[in-house]
């Protein structure tokens, strides 16, 4: 990537978006740590240049957390770092050019931030919410509250000295399958349907059980077909293991897939 687009110092990517055409009636809707949300025509990004083109006019202590294609119809929900949620109508934010700063997606308390942006396409889709201390929940977006743009929104995981900070959330259906990632490098692969629902005020069940001083780093849904990831349970060490009620059914292995 660095060979094809000149990055300022300290600039990421953030979000890569397949486009098959930049229709007008798609949109790019992008949020920022700070809250901050915006949609802009996809049309409106048809013709880049080498070094890139403006999407949004960023405060200087601000981020881009997340980015996704919506046809204007969609469903927002926006996950913060303390475990509250946000759910509003795509229609509340209007159109707005390349160059704008945007508007007030979730109200934020000091030291908190926004980790997840999540497009949904109906409120039968369940959220994942998962901890730095490996625990975690998923619940039906029914369950939440439209709270509405720019509100502090509602608890999506109790926030404890238990659960840590949450440090991923994503909308995922009972077929999905996840890869769990540590800060050790440890890989684990669970299914959803393993995971079960839960109301929005509880702190969760066990993901994974980490090693001293491991933290959870993140989780991906899996999207790759069965065939491409064929073997991977069969790896020496990784296994699912009951771990009673509240376990979602993970164990980190002895020889994990570290090396991945």
């Known amino acids: 990537i660095v060979n094809l687009f000149p990055f300022e110092d300290g600039e990421k990517i953030s979000a890569i978006l397949p486009v098959k055409e930049f229709a007008d009636d798609r949109y790019i809707f992008m949020c920022t740590a700070n809250g901050t949300v915006k949609k802009t025509p996809l049309s409106d ?10 999407a949004v006019a960023l405060d200087e202590d601000d981020v881009l957390i997340g980015a996704e294609i919506t046809n204007g119809l969609q469903d927002v929900v926006l996950v913060s770092d303390v475990g509250k949620a946000v759910w509003f109508d795509e229609e509340d934010v209007r159109p707005m050019g390349r ?4 508007v007030r997606g979730m109200r934020l308390a000091d030291q908190q931030q926004v980790l997840s942006l999540l497009v949904a396409d109906n409120d039968q889709q369940t959220v994942l919410v998962a901890t730095e201390n490996g625990f975690g929940k998923r619940t039906a977006l029914a369950d939440f509250r439209h709270s509405g743009r720019g509100t502090q929104g509602v608890k999506a995981i109790a926030a404890s000295e238990r659960n840590g900070k949450v440090v991923a959330a994503r909308l995922v259906r009972d077929e999905d399958e996840i890869m769990l990632i540590t800060t050790g ?5 669970t ?3 393993e995971i079960r629902e839960l109301g929005r005020a509880t702190q969760g069940v066990t ?7 491991e933290k959870l780093a993140g989780l991906e849904k899996i999207v790759e077909s069965d065939e491409y990831v064929e073997g991977v349970e069969g790896i020496e060490g990784v296994e699912q ?5 509240d376990t979602a059914a993970v164990e980190p292995p002895g020889t994990a897939l570290d090396q991945e």
Not at 45 to 54: D, H, L, Q, V
Not at 99 to 102: F, K, L, S, V
Not at 207 to 213: H, Q
């Open 45 to 54: 990004f048809s013709n880049p240049r080498k070094a890139g083109i403006i």
């Open 99 to 102: 160059t704008a700063r945007g």
């Open 185 to 189: 490098g440890v890989l684990i692969r």
């Open 191 to 193: 299914r959803v349907r």
């Open 207 to 213: 993901l994974i059980a980490l090693d001293a001083g």
């Open 241 to 245: 293991v009951a771990e009673g009620e």
